[in-house]
């Protein structure tokens, strides 16, 4: 009997390429996704018409550092 649907070729564990790019893909995009839940708050309510990193200083609040620890968990 004839195959209707060609399946294509399967992705196996050992194609250690894709599935390191894979890992890395998911990793970094729950990452971004947990950092802007945990400060959307403080990126509403900044003022992005006149933000400046140069004139304001990179500040660094230990809000900040907590919630980068949390997102990479």
């Given at each position: 009997?004839?195959?209707?649907?060609?399946?294509?070729?399967?992705?196996?564990?050992?194609?250690?390429?894709?599935?390191?790019?894979?890992?890395?893909?998911?990793?970094?995009?729950?990452?971004?996704?947990?950092?802007?839940?945990?400060?959307?708050?403080?990126?509403?309510?900044?003022?992005?018409?006149?933000?400046?990193?140069?004139e304001?200083g990179?500040?660094?609040?230990?809000?900040?550092?907590?919630?980068?620890l949390?997102?990479?968990?």
């Open positions: 009997m004839r195959k209707i649907w060609n399946k294509g070729h399967r992705i196996r564990a050992s194609d250690k390429h894709l599935v390191y790019h894979f890992s890395i893909g998911t990793l970094l995009f729950v990452f971004v996704a947990i950092l802007l839940l945990l400060n959307i708050k403080q990126l509403m309510r900044t003022d992005w018409e006149h933000f400046s990193l140069l304001n990179l500040t660094l609040s230990p809000y900040n550092f907590i919630t980068i949390i997102a990479t968990g």
